[in-house]
């Protein structure tokens, strides 16, 4: 499903770029936090996964109504970014980048397989709204692995 080296990447600067769950702060007033994103251990440069780009980019749209000092949670909306925070947050990986790897491909599509036990349900009970939402669900998983494909 997913390629290797969907961790780290290489930088412009020539540095690698890792990921990790960072904190974005739209209009210094408002948090973002478990956004997925490579950053550079040279240059400190950081961009978000490509796969996520879209989504932030909409979420952050939609921000201009919400309260000042409120804190959203990415992985919240973002099944992708919801797979990455429960890997890397289960903690330190001594088989270095494989094992890291491993551990998120194997949560994606079991994550995937939920996703599709659920949209079967939807479809027995015939919830067009669950429907709809778990296939946008499935649909952020998908555009993932196709992104890592290339």
């Given at each position: 499903?997913?390629?290797?080296?969907?961790?780290?990447?290489?930088?412009?600067?020539?540095?690698?770029?890792t990921?990790?769950?960072h904190?974005?702060?739209y209009s210094?007033?408002?948090?973002?936090?478990?956004v997925?994103?490579?950053?550079?251990?040279?240059?400190?440069r950081?961009?978000?996964?490509?796969?996520?780009?879209?989504?932030?980019?909409r979420?952050i749209?939609?921000?201009?109504?919400?309260?000042?000092?409120?804190?959203?949670?990415?992985?919240?909306r973002?099944?992708?970014?919801?797979?990455?925070?429960?890997?890397?947050s289960?903690?330190?990986?001594?088989?270095?980048?494989?094992?890291?790897?491993?551990?998120?491909?194997?949560?994606a599509?079991?994550?995937?397989?939920?996703?599709?036990?659920?949209?079967?349900?939807a479809v027995?009970?015939?919830?067009?709204?669950?429907?709809?939402?778990?296939?946008?669900?499935?649909?952020?998983l998908a555009?993932?692995?196709?992104e890592s494909?290339?």
């Open positions: 499903m997913l390629k290797d080296n969907v961790v780290r990447k290489s930088c412009s600067c020539g540095g690698t770029m990921i990790h769950m904190t974005l702060i210094a007033k408002i948090k973002i936090t478990h997925p994103v490579y950053t550079c251990g040279v240059c400190a950081y961009e978000p996964l490509p796969s996520i780009k879209r989504e932030l980019g979420l749209g939609e921000l201009e109504n919400v309260i000042p000092g409120r804190r959203l949670s990415f992985a919240e973002n099944e992708w970014a919801s797979v990455l925070k429960e890997v890397l289960a903690g330190e990986f001594p088989g270095g980048f494989s094992e890291l790897e491993e551990s998120i491909r194997e949560a599509e079991a994550r995937i397989d939920v996703l599709l036990d659920v949209y079967r349900l027995e009970l015939a919830d067009v709204k669950w429907m709809e939402e778990t296939g946008t669900r499935l649909a952020q555009v993932q692995s196709a494909a290339k």
